[in-house]
């Protein structure tokens, strides 16, 4: 049996401490759930068998189980069951393939799969005491990003910052300041050039007065982005201006078996033809997405020669351009309408983000397969192969 993705929506993604700090995490899933649901106005909502959702927090306003709050909130009946995923920058593309292999065991059929982050409302934390009454301070830990309360027996090399991290790839793999400079500006360009052309009007439903993903730059420069200083180093690479800022939002997508097509009232966008994950050493996270995307293809019986788009979280343009390089591909098929240096990493929102762009992209563009990937911090990647159903029969050859 395979699965399907029938329809894909997010909310604007906002900056850290902008228009959506004033939402609660929970509500932003909610919102963006509800905003999926209408979009299959047919579908009985006690027909959807299981909510999937990806959050990389989980210690504030998620309240351990934000698939199961949001789908309370958004007032789906309560005979529908959620789950939630931490897989960190990972969590809703693992989310889609938990999902999918559930329609695929005929668990389900139909799932609600999608994640959700509010960085800026990440709550600090604080340790307890090994015994009451300690005599010295305690310090207020951020759950914004990041480790947090490292356990000792970690080795320190394990532990280093995402920034240092990929300092250290970049070093290792000779990604110059100016070639990360020049991504990230693609990244703005595209994506502002593809909110202007409306391709994003039925991805992205208006959340609060937010309509657009704020933080994109229309009006950025290499002059500009080589003004800005490097934030991890001294002598370092990576700036503000060349890796995904701190973000909010949600986003979701509407899994099903073909079967379900007569449940929901549509007609699916694409199929989930191939999943991958691979994990090496924590620091190495940012190249973790070349073998998985090797996987996925594998599952999916294709090669890089078949491959007409690819949507790859920008973590960092380091990662990015490390990873391409590895595939051997086309720069100019990935991320086509902008990726999240400019569009955003709300960090359990970014893989249904990803997904639900790739499918959209493979129909604009008329190709047929489609792979998207994400790296995820603590030394993992996945990946995930998307076919679309428009151009099966037009490959040379078929």
């Known amino acids: 049996m395979s699965s399907f993705l029938y329809s894909a929506v997010r909310t604007p993604f906002g900056r850290f401490n902008g228009a959506l700090s004033g939402v609660r995490p929970d ?5 963006v759930l ?4 209408e979009r299959a106005p047919g579908l009985d909502p006690a027909a959807v068998g299981e909510v999937v959702w990806g959050n990389a927090n989980g210690a504030g ?4 189980n934000v698939g199961r709050m949001a789908a309370l909130l958004a007032g789906l009946p309560t005979s529908v069951p959620g789950t939630t995923v931490n897989r960190l920058c990972g969590s809703s593309l693992d989310a889609a393939m938990s999902g999918s292999r559930t329609i695929e065991s005929g668990d389900a ?3 609600v799969a999608g994640g959700v982050e509010s960085m800026t409302r990440a709550p600090w934390v604080l340790p307890k005491p090994a015994r009451g009454f300690p005599p010295g301070d305690l310090a207020a830990v951020s759950t914004t990003l990041g480790w947090r309360l490292v356990n000792p027996r970690m080795p320190e090399e394990w532990t280093v910052s995402l920034g240092e991290a990929n300092e250290r790839l970049g070093e290792k793999h000779a990604v110059s300041r100016e070639r990360q400079d020049a991504f990230a500006l693609r990244s703005h360009r595209l994506a502002a050039a593809a909110w202007d052309e409306g391709f994003y009007d039925d991805l992205v439903v208006p959340t609060g007065e937010l309509e657009r993903d704020e933080g994109v ?3 950025t420069s290499m002059e500009k982005l080589a003004g800005l200083g490097p934030s991890f180093r001294a002598d370092g690479t990576i700036t503000a201006g060349n890796a995904s800022p701190l973000s909010d939002g949600a986003a979701a997508l509407l899994l099903g078996s073909a079967a379900a097509a007569d449940l929901i009232g549509l007609d699916p966008l694409a199929r989930i033809a191939g999943r991958g994950a691979f994990a090496l050493d924590p620091q190495d996270f940012g190249y973790a997405p070349v073998e998985a995307a090797e996987r996925a293809l ?9 491959v007409g788009a690819v949507e790859l979280n920008e973590a960092f343009a380091v990662q990015s351009l490390v990873c ?7 720069p100019e098929i990935v991320n086509t309408r902008g990726g999240a240096i400019a569009i955003g990493h709300p960090l359990g929102a970014s893989g249904a983000r990803v997904l639900g762009t ?23 990647g996945l990946a995930v192969v998307l076919e679309n159903l428009d151009q099966r029969g037009t490959e040379a050859g078929a």
């Open 298 to 306: 594998a599952r999916a019986g294709i090669g890089w020669d078949r």
């Open 217 to 219: 730059r229309a009006d």
């Open 109 to 111: 059929a139909v799932v």
């Open 358 to 380: 790739l499918a959209k992209v493979l129909r604009e563009r008329r190709e047929r397969w489609g792979v998207a990937a994400i790296c995820i911090g603590v030394g993992q």
């Open 27 to 31: 509500d932003l899933a909610a919102g």
């Open 61 to 64: 306003e998620e309240n351990r």
């Open 34 to 37: 509800t905003a999926l649901l």
């Open 324 to 330: 391409v390089d590895a595939w051997g591909i086309d």
